[in-house]
Every structure is written in structure tokens, then in C-alpha cells.
């Protein structure tokens, strides 16, 4: 718990009787005189009283002055990211003390010149006062009537204390024989206060502004202050919001905060405002809600409350100087300890734990539209449904936009209640909700690896459902039918083993891009070829580049061949990438293929046919494979498709031997465009045409292949 105080001080003085009122306000500050700061290991609480007061010089019966009084949850200096801050339940008691001061003057022993209307006649200098007298028709006094006199009232320009030249009277003098007493001085008497029986403790600022009791049994600290004594100020229906004989009302008005109600006026909901409890017995005045912590007022607003005072007004101006004090404790706790205020009204504890009958009507109400935010009513729209969310829509708004009683809450819920239950059995919104749950899951489906038709299937049962599910009027029947549907379309979904192709490009598919050069359209197979390899792809193969002669060149004499293509570096490339890339795919969309070889001897070669690369399920491997004349010719694959650019590095290497000429434009034949390279391999990444860069492709059989 924590307590803290404020007072205002105000003085009011009457001088020279009844004619002359002036005064004087003081603000004196006793800040945060009562502090119980309640702190655990991570939570800390800064509650802090908050005034603002207008200081004068003077106070005059009808002015008001500012006086505000305010709390705050927080600082700008509160370390959010080290300590846990809670939020704060507050409450203020105000105290009053009045004292009025007799005062009595000492006047001169003589009298001294005033004129005609009334003011004396005081000079600056003996000379000023002579030159007076001779306006008088007289000489210079050489009975010393000119008298430096300094009185009470006598100040210079900056308010010291300064003698002037008055000159004594006597008889028949022009201006009176009498005159005016001049006043030497003042003396304050005991003073009366309104409430017999307290004192003014005004010396508490001084001696007691850092003083502490300690309980010898608890250790508990009290900071009460001397200014405890003063009077409570109880509320009811009187002036000030006072109790019935308050004596401070005679004197000052209080101006209170636009926020500020009776306990009676309260709704037992919480509410911005300070709520004067009317029937305590100790005059507390609490804060209607929880004040949440902030370290800016601008973005948490809540963290500061409204003002319970604003302005003090004088009405009656006290004959004698007086002193009026208000002082301010403020009790600041968390939710937990709100219970250790016994004196509390329970209708304040109620509202604090969100316990009063209106707060639990407004939560059962709340806690009926949050059952009704789990059903859809939008997107799958029935007769029943429509009705429900128009009340739903309607109570919303309501509860947004205006204040309840217990009585609406009640209706307003019932209301709900059972437009709820007629939803839920009505027979058409029950299909309908079946059909817009089987809808999103058949949404959340991804066909993109289905084949074409069994996807199509899919695609327009689907359809129907949207339909159905948009259509207020569909009937369970038909819903059920789509239902149905929908099931047969799901069984009977195929598996498409590639991904999406595009035209004949293949994107992403075993880590590469690849050209579709053959479809069966009978079979849903295909032969597709991989872009060109890159340097990245012979490393991942552990292939190293050199320039070692391919062992398939042909040389200068016809009688010279090489093993060909089982031994050759093509077949080393082709076993590399199925081991890398291929191995590990699902084995339903590689085929196994048969590589047979061609006659090296074959005059007709650019056109030959008679081994071409096969599938063979039977006894074939699952690898991927170079390109043979035979498979050009055979599957009628076109050559352009084998060349990624013009340039002389878009060559595509085949597997193929052939017939040497000493003709050097026959020896070296190479595809570009149309016709077949037979030179050697060489993986350098040096480009030209006797070095060409990276030409090898590997090609794969696939199935599941139906667009």
C-alpha cells in the first residue's frame, strides 16, 4: 500500500478594518509525505499524486484559484524493460484547517496632517515639507512639526520599510487640528479556528518533510504527517459536496473536476471518474477504474486520471488575517490488496474485481457474442444464419455505441440465445456447415502433381460446391450430392510425377531445368534434357574438368576407334548426375531405359534408326543417359531444341560414332542448328570449337507425364 499527501496552504488577511481587504496565497508542498511502496522482486508500482496550483500575492473575496488535483500511474523514467509495473487501484481523502488571526495596530503618539481628502500629507525630504508650509502661509516651523516618521505602511518601490517627512498638527490649523494617527505596527493575537479542537500544524512542511515512524513489531514504515489531524472532509449533499455543518463552506467553494459523481449516481460499472462515497465515515473519494501504468500520458491515457478539484474561490473574506490549508492523501494499491481496504463500499470492490451485477451482465453478454464470432455466418449463408448474424451484427454496434442496464444485457442475450439454437437445428445450415468445412479442406488440397483429367474431375466438383455453398437457397439435398462427388473425385485423383510444365520447360525438377524433346502421349512418358551443366553441377558430381582426350574421338585414320561410349567421358558424366540427382527421386517418375549400341561402321550414320534408347522395365536401369543419331531420328526430336544458344558453345554431345573423312568439314561434325558433333569431350570451361564448354546433357525417361 502506499500513502501519499499534498496540501495546499492558502492565506487570507483583512488590514485596516473593514475598508482596506487584500491577502496573500501560498502554495506550501508536503510531496509524497505517506509512501508504503509495495515491491517484489520484478513488479514495481510509481503512483504519484499530481497538482497544479496558481501562486499569488494576494487573495480576494470572489477570486478562485487554480488548485488541481490529479493522480498518475508512472513516469518517464520507469525502466519497463527491467521491472514488471502494475496496474494501480486509487482513492483520496481530503482534510481542511482554518485558523483566523486577531491582529491589533500600534499607532504614533501624535497626529499628523491630512488633506482635504484624507491622505496625509508625507514628503520624501525636509525641504519638500518646508516649501509645503509656506504654501500654508507660514514660515518654517521653528517648533519642530516636521518629523521623519516611518510607519507600517511605509515602503519604497520594492516593498522596504522608508521614512517620510510628516508634519504634526496642532490647533487651528488649516487642514484640522486633529489629523490621523500614523500606524507603527502590528500585532497578530491568537487565532480562532473553525473546528474546535485542531491545530494548525503548519510548521509539519519544515520539521516532519522527511520524517518516518517505525513500528518496533512490524517494521512498517508511517510517514503520517502532523497535518493528519486536520479535519476529514465528509461528502453528502451540502456545499463542496460536503456533509451537513461543515464550517469551510462559510469561507472558499471548491470547483470540482467535470468527471467527479456520488456513489448513489454510480452504475457499479468502471467508469473514468472519482466516485464520492457519501457514507464514509473517513471521506474517500475513489478512482472508478484500475489505472493502468504508462510512461506517456499521450499514448496511455489511462494511466492519469481526470482532476477531482480544479479551483478554491473565496466567498467570504475572514476579518483578521487567516490560513487555509487542504491537505491530500492518497492510498494507492494493486488489485490484490484492494481487499485490505475494509472500509471500502463492496459495490467499489465489486467493480474493481469485474464483479458487480452489471460488470458480469456485460461479460455474460460479451461472452455470448464470442460463442457466435466461432460460427461463419458470412461465408456459408443460410435463411437461419442470415437472421443470426443480423442480431449478432445489431448487438455488436449496440454494445459499442451506448450504455446498459442489467435488464438490457439480459434481453439482449436471450435474444441471442435462441436465435443461436434455432441455427443449430435447422436442418439446412447443419448441411450447409458440413459442406463449407469438406469445401475448405478440399481448398487446402494441392493437385498440382495429380494428372489432368483426375485434376479436372477435381477441379469441377469443387466448382459445384462453391456454388452451392454461396447459394442462400440450396437445399440439403443437392449438398449432399455435391458432398458425394466431391468424394468420388478425391479416390480417384492420380499422381502426376513432374511438376507443372510450362510449354516444354520443366522448372525445378531433380534440381534443374529441362526441356521436354519427346512425349508419348499413349504412355504419359516423356524424354526430357537438362539445360546445360554448369561448373557447380561437376563439382556436386565430384567430377573434375581436364583437358584428357575423350576416349570416343575418332582419329585421322578410319582403323583408330576408341571403345565409344561405355568408356567414354559421357557415360562418366551420365552415371555422375544419375548418382547426384536422380537416384533420390521418387522412383515412380524415373523409368528404366535399354542403351543400346549403334554400328560404328554404319556409312548412312546422320540418318541412321536402328538403336534407339528404349524403355525397359524389365531388365533396364534407372539412369540418365546421352543422346544417340538413333533417338534423333527415331522419336523425331528436334534439334533445336538440343542447342541453348547459337554460339559455337551451345553444342550437345551425342553418343553416337561415325564415319571419318580426311575432309576437316566432315572429320568434326557438331550440332548447331542441324548437324552432329563427333569431337571430343573436354570439361576446361573453355569455349570454342575445339574445346567447347560443358556440352554434355543428360537426358531421363519419365512417366506420370500427361500435359
Excluded: C
Aim: glycine content about 6%; overall charge negative; charged content about 25%.
Amino acid at each position: 500500500m502506499k500513502n501519499n499527501k499534498k496540501r495546499t496552504g492558502v492565506l487570507a488577511g483583512l488590514l485596516a478594518g473593514a475598508l482596506l481587504i487584500t491577502g496573500t496565497l501560498a502554495w506550501q508542498d508536503v510531496s509524497q509525505h505517506k509512501t508504503n511502496k509495495f515491491t517484489t522482486t520484478s513488479v514495481e508500482h510509481n503512483v504519484t499524486l499530481v497538482e497544479t496550483f496558481e501562486e499569488v500575492s494576494n487573495w480576494r473575496k470572489g477570486e478562485g484559484k487554480v488548485n488541481e488535483i490529479a493522480v498518475r500511474n508512472g513516469q518517464e523514467t520507469d525502466d519497463v524493460t527491467q521491472y514488471i509495473y502494475e496496474d494501480a487501484y486509487v482513492r483520496l481523502q481530503l482534510k481542511e484547517f482554518m485558523e483566523i488571526m486577531n491582529k491589533s495596530y500600534i499607532y504614533s503618539e501624535k497626529r499628523y496632517m491630512v488633506d482635504e481628502k484624507g491622505n496625509f500629507n508625507r514628503f520624501e525630504t525636509l525641504e519638500l515639507a518646508q516649501e509645503f508650509m509656506v504654501t500654508l502661509g507660514e514660515d518654517a516651523p521653528e517648533d519642530g512639526r516636521i518629523e521623519e516618521v516611518t510607519g507600517f505602511f511605509d515602503k519604497d518601490e520594492e516593498g522596504n520599510a522608508k521614512g517620510f517627512f510628516y508634519i504634526a498638527t496642532q490647533q487651528a490649523d488649516k487642514n484640522g487640528q486633529y489629523g490621523k494617527f500614523v500606524v507603527m505596527s502590528e500585532v497578530m493575537g491568537e487565532g480562532d479556528v473553525l473546528v474546535e479542537g485542531s491545530v494548525n500544524q503548519n510548521h509539519s512542511s519544515d520539521d516532519q518533510h522527511n520524517s518516518a515512524i517505525v513500528d518496533e513489531e512490524t517494521g512498517a514504515i508511517d510517514y503520517n504527517v502532523d497535518e493528519d489531524q486536520y479535519t476529514t472532509h465528509l461528502w453528502g449533499a451540502g456545499d463542496n459536496m460536503s456533509a451537513e455543518g461543515n464550517p469551510f463552506t462559510q469561507y472558499v467553494k471548491w470547483t470540482f473536476g467535470a468527471d467527479v459523481i456520488k456513489m448513489a449516481d454510480w452504475n457499479g460499472q468502471p467508469t473514468a471518474k472519482w466516485i464520492v462515497d457519501t457514507d464514509s465515515t473517513e471521506g474517500y473519494v475513489y478512482w472508478g477504474e484500475k489505472l493502468t501504468h504508462g510512461t506517456d500520458t499521450a499514448i496511455t491515457p489511462k494511466s492519469l486520471t481526470t482532476n477531482l478539484l480544479e479551483k478554491v474561490t473565496l466567498l467570504e473574506q475572514p476579518y483578521g488575517a487567516a490560513e487555509y490549508y487542504i491537505h491530500v492523501n492518497m492510498d494507492a494499491v494493486n488489485l490484490k490488496d484492494v481487499a485490505k481496504w475494509d472500509d471500502a463500499p463492496e459495490k467499489i470492490k465489486l467493480a474493481y474485481a469485474g464483479k458487480d451485477e452489471l460488470s458480469l451482465a456485460q461479460k455474460a453478454m460479451e461472452a455470448a457474442l464470442e460463442q457466435l464470432e466461432k460460427y461463419d455466418l458470412e461465408s456459408y449463408p443460410t435463411q437461419a444464419g442470415n437472421e443470426l448474424n443480423a442480431l449478432y451484427q445489431d448487438a455488436k454496434e449496440q454494445l459499442a455505441g451506448g450504455t446498459f442496464t442489467v435488464e438490457e444485457y439480459v434481453a439482449l442475450q436471450k435474444q441471442l440465445t435462441e436465435a443461436l439454437e434455432k441455427y443449430e437445428n435447422d436442418p439446412v445450415s447443419t448441411a450447409k456447415r458440413d459442406l463449407n468445412q469438406e469445401l475448405e479442406n478440399a481448398k487446402k488440397m494441392d493437385v498440382s502433381d495429380k494428372t489432368t483429367a483426375s485434376a479436372k474431375a477435381f477441379n469441377d466438383a469443387l466448382a459445384v460446391m462453391q456454388t452451392l455453398n454461396d447459394d442462400i437457397n440450396a437445399s440439403a439435398e443437392d449438398m449432399k450430392t455435391a458432398q458425394d462427388a466431391m468424394a468420388e473425385a478425391i479416390a480417384n485423383l492420380a499422381i502426376r510425377y513432374l511438376p507443372v510444365v510450362n510449354g516444354d520447360r520443366v522448372e525445378n525438377y531433380a534440381g534443374h531445368n529441362w526441356t521436354v524433346i519427346y512425349r508419348d502421349e499413349k504412355t504419359g512418358s516423356a524424354m526430357m534434357i537438362v539445360d546445360e551443366l554448369t561448373s557447380d553441377d561437376f563439382k556436386a558430381m565430384g567430377i573434375k574438368a581436364d583437358a584428357e582426350p575423350n576416349k570416343m574421338k575418332i582419329t585421322d585414320t578410319v582403323t583408330e576407334i576408341f571403345p565409344g561410349y561405355e568408356k567414354s567421358k559421357m557415360k562418366l558424366v551420365d552415371d555422375a548426375f544419375t548418382k547426384a540427382f536422380i537416384e533420390n527421386l521418387d522412383e515412380r517418375a524415373i523409368l528404366p531405359v535399354k542403351i543400346p549400341v549403334e554400328n560404328t561402321e554404319n556409312a548412312d550414320w546422320a540418318t541412321r534408326k536402328e538403336a534407339p534408347t528404349i524403355i525397359n522395365k524389365e531388365s533396364g536401369r534407372k539412369q540418365a543417359f546421352s543422346l544417340s543419331i538413333s533417338d534423333i531420328n527415331t522419336y523425331g526430336i528436334q534439334v533445336s531444341k538440343l542447342v541453348e544458344n547459337t554460339s559455337q558453345t551451345g553444342f550437345t554431345r551425342f553418343r553416337s560414332n561415325g564415319i571419318i573423312g580426311t575432309n576437316t568439314e566432315t572429320k568434326e561434325k557438331y550440332v548447331r542448328g542441324s548437324s552432329v558433333d563427333m569431337s571430343k569431350i573436354e570439361l576446361t570451361g573453355n569455349a570454342g570449337i575445339n574445346n567447347p564448354t560443358q556440352t554434355v546433357r543428360p537426358v531421363i525417361w519419365v512417366a506420370g507425364f500427361d500435359n
